[in-house]
């Protein structure tokens, strides 16, 4: 914040404005001002940690660092991302759902089934996935691409899915309308500086240590390289309680929405990683404002081959889909 006094102000009136940026916990550093205004820089100092201020002309705020994706205003409306036909960041809530990871032709086509009868619009699915140990199934690959765009074809859904590294954006962008960068992922600057270069839009999600300002940072790496078609994913922050996978932060969604214009998704999937809080916390992702919710499903979870249970059945997710559509309703989206 910095604190602009009006001209000709009393030199009292500046050291008291001192003493009240340190009680503040700030610590004051004079500027100069173009002729001879006087200012005072208080570095992280917010509006309304100060009080009245004697002599004041005005304060402005710190300028965030990240440039492109900061909110210029708090009037500024959320930017709208299309992906394939399906608008992110307008009055509708968009449900992405399918499973964890692409298994084979007759698991992708039930999900995309699901995922179509429950009110999605996209069809996630990983073919290439990033898993923590290199023992774990990591995924069809290239065949696992054909199995996506042919699944969502057949449904009238738009395929998203997670890219790994710079040399794999040009294949997974030819079978995918949107590309994801993992949490593992999030901080990988080659990575997102090549997807910066490309057009399709991209699903960033949250590192899993990740501050909101180092999350806009890494947004900031790819729209700073020419692509401001990014959605952010909240999915989870690691915590000391193993009673769920992760912890939901879903305090991110109107914390995010003050400083930035993207739009933002929850994954309560990865975020809790409990099958039975779930559809609680995507219901309770619409009421914080989400722009969109991704679930993972599969239509036998306890056979999946990643992420099983946290996994939804189709009947599971198309009666989350009517009540995710309910509370939406009463946020006044659709
Ligand atoms: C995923 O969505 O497929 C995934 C691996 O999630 P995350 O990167 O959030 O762990
Ligand atoms: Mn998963």
């Not at 949250?206 to 999350?215: D, I, K, N, V, Y």
């Amino acid at each position: 914040m910095i604190l602009v006094f009006e001209e000709g102000v009393d030199a009292a009136c500046v050291r008291a404005a001192e003493q009240t940026v340190r009680r503040a916990g700030a610590d004051p550093r004079p500027l100069c001002a173009e002729g001879g205004r006087v200012a005072i820089d208080a570095p992280g100092l917010t509006r309304d940690r100060i009080g009245d201020v004697q002599g004041l002309l005005c304060m402005l705020e710190d300028a965030p660092p990240y440039r492109c994706v900061a909110r210029r205003s708090p009037d500024e409306a959320t930017r709208v991302v299309h992906v394939r036909g399906a608008p992110i960041g307008g009055p509708r809530v968009v449900l992405i759902a399918g499973p964890c990871a692409v298994e084979h032709e007759a698991q992708l086509e039930e999900s995309a089934r699901a995922a179509a009868v429950a009110g999605a619009s996209l069809l996630r699915g990983g073919a290439f996935k990033p898993r923590t140990s290199p023992y774990s199934f990591q995924g069809l690959g290239r065949e696992g691409l054909r199995l996506l765009r042919a699944a969502a074809d057949r449904h009238g859904l738009a395929v998203v899915t997670e890219v790994l590294e710079p040399g794999a954006i040009a294949e997974v962008a030819e079978h995918a309308d949107m590309l994801q960068v993992g949490s593992r992922n999030m901080q990988n600057t080659a990575l997102l500086r090549a997807l910066g270069r490309q057009s399709r839009p991209v699903l960033l999600k949250r590192g899993m240590s990740a501050t909101l300002e180092e999350w806009l940072l890494a947004a900031e790496y790819i729209a700073d390289a020419g692509n401001e078609e990014i959605v952010l994913c909240e999915r989870g922050v690691r915590t000391f309680d193993p009673a769920s996978r992760n912890l939901l932060d879903l305090a991110a969604v109107p914390l995010l929405r003050a400083r930035t214009s993207l739009p933002i998704a929850v994954d309560p999937s990865h975020g809790v990683g409990v099958r039975a809080a779930i559809a609680s916390m995507a219901l309770a992702a619409v009421a914080a404002g989400a722009d969109a919710v991704m679930i993972e499903c599969h239509p036998e979870p306890g056979t999946a081959r990643s992420d099983g249970f946290q996994a939804l059945d189709p009947a599971e997710l198309e009666v989350l889909g009517g009540r995710m559509r309910a509370v939406a309703s009463a946020v006044g989206r659709s």
